[in-house]
């Protein structure tokens, strides 16, 4: 839990006992490796590294970015498609341990913690930001140099996260990844 209020403090302030609420209400769940989560809950990566796609028509498993240590979990859904199927998976790569919510439960804290409302307007903005840095680059570039911005952007996952979703992740195959590390 401390590593989610560190987290938290970064956004706004909260006293000792709206601390103390929050924590009543998080749950603390341990994910195995290849388990999923569920999308329509707010967790913190306590420990751990996931993956986060969606499918394709045909249901194959596409990969759009990885989330780990000390970053959130969020669904940036609006939040009448709160309790609908989420239309990502997030699934654990690592034994994970998370800090999460229900996404109702995340909401009810509003009318309690004055500033609530700001704090996480300013987490969601953080975050979209955050995915939007680490996105927008690998459209214009080319092989080896989307794999040279990964291992800028995550550059502990390289040995943490299986090849084929870095190669997923980075719009190549798998043996293109593997040629492009070799020249390296």
């Not at 999923?36 to 970015?65: C, D, K, M, N, P």
Request: glycine share 4%; with cysteine; net charge positive.
């Amino acid at each position: 839990m401390k590593e989610f209020f560190a987290y938290l403090l970064q956004f706004g302030p909260l006293t000792r006992p709206q601390q103390d609420l929050i924590a009543r209400h998080a749950a603390r769940v341990t994910l195995r490796k290849g388990d999923y989560f569920a999308a329509q809950q707010v967790g913190f990566v306590a420990a751990g590294v996931l993956r986060v796609g969606s499918y394709t028509e045909r249901g194959e498993e596409l990969t759009s970015y990885f989330i780990e240590e000390q970053h959130p979990l969020l669904d940036i859904r609006p939040l009448e498609a709160v309790g609908t199927p989420a239309p990502c998976l997030a699934q654990a790569l690592t034994d994970c341990r998370l800090v999460v919510f229900s996404a109702r439960q995340w909401q009810t804290f509003a009318p309690l913690i004055p500033g609530w409302e700001v704090i996480t307007q300013k987490i969601l903005a953080h975050a979209l930001r955050v995915k939007m840095e680490r996105v927008l680059p690998l459209v214009a570039q080319d092989a080896t140099a989307r794999y040279r911005s990964f291992l800028l952007t995550y550059p502990h996952l390289a040995n943490r996260v299986p090849l084929a979703y870095v190669a997923a992740y980075l719009g190549m195959t798998q043996s293109s990844l593997s040629r492009v590390r070799k020249h390296m």
